[in-house]
């Protein structure tokens, strides 16, 4: 569904401000797959970290992967090592974001004419690769706790029974590279409000040139993608992308 309005706010002898706004939504679902498949894998991370499924009776483009696992009172579960267990595989979201809109102004001078757009995208998700690996190599913010004195980590062992554990500092890098299996932790809001486009113009008066037979003549300076106004997902641009070219059945 969407919906546009466009509309002249001012406008006299020398001057005009246009305005065109318009929204999206997109709501859909995956009815059939071929063969008889319920479910299509069609794409993966890097190191089969997190997934791309399309799945019967889900929003098209899942991001699968895995969470820290916890109990039913919601502590932790920990192994030996005091790293998070992970679960299964799970849904975190849908890549596709089902809101749009953008509102472009528009200003007109005699000759010169300057507009700009922004637009944004709400309601999806992102899984960021660049912030798993950032982790585990410790360049993350995240990675901070427990440099100095250690981290203490607290919840139930895999029977269930409580836990507590101290990791020393010289450990700590082997406790953050065990977050690239726990998917959950790198995936983001994907919504982003941007400065899209800025277009500054001129008409130039086709009369000075005669000799050249033309109805109109102008000249423009375009830009695009200037500045993000507004995003959740940190150190990364969430429409960036890469893929992997890759896909699997999963019956």
Known sequence: VELLINGTTVKTKNFSWDVSYNMSYNKNEVLALANGLSALQMDVSVNNYAYIYNEVGKPYSMIKGYRIKKDAKGNTVYNANGYEVATGLEDLGSGVSPWGGGIT??????????????????????????????????????TLPGRDGGLTVTGVDINGNPFTKTIAPSALQGYYDNYKNLSDLFVYDADFIKLRQVILGYSIPVSAIRFVKLQSLSVSFVARNLLILHKDAPNIDPESTRSEEHTSELQ
Do not use: C, E, M, P
């Open 105 to 142: 102004n528009n200003f007109t001078y005699k000759r010169f004419n300057f507009s700009f757009l922004i637009d944004g995208k709400f309601g999806g998700k992102v899984y960021s690769a660049t912030n798993l690996y950032a982790t585990r190599f410790g360049l993350n913010k995240i």
